[in-house]
């Protein structure tokens, strides 16, 4: 059972850069292939970025690529998110996920942090 605790949300102006941690407790986190989702209010939630076991492979929505970046640090069970040019579309509660290496969805997540981008 894998434990995910989100961090470093917050409030920002357009334009502005928010680092979100996820920190992972309760199982092997390199066995598990980490991402990042969002939900807005009234939407469903959507997939922001994901990222190997290894680090090594990397996935973007259209509307981040180029302003989001993600990590992990296996030595410190934890993922990231650096966003980056933040626009208030990116105004959301994101969600880190942890989902196992032959696993075909996540299958635990965070309770979510809220990121507000004002104009």
């Known amino acids: 059972q894998v434990q995910l605790v989100e961090s470093g949300g917050g409030s920002v102006q357009v334009g502005g850069s928010l680092r979100l941690s996820c920190a992972a407790s309760g199982g092997t986190f390199s066995l598990y292939n980490m991402g990042w989702f969002r939900q807005a209010p009234g939407k469903e939630r959507e997939f922001v970025a994901s990222i190997s076991w290894s680090g090594g492979s990397t996935a973007y929505t259209d509307s981040v690529k180029g302003r989001f970046t993600i990590s992990r640090d296996n030595a410190k069970n934890s993922v990231y998110l650096q966003m980056n040019s933040l626009k208030p579309e990116d105004t959301a509660v994101y969600y880190c996920?942890?989902?196992?290496?032959?696993?075909?969805?996540?299958?635990?997540w965070g309770q979510g942090t809220q990121v507000t981008v004002s104009s």
């Open positions: 996920a942890a989902r196992g290496l032959i696993a075909t969805g996540y299958a635990y």
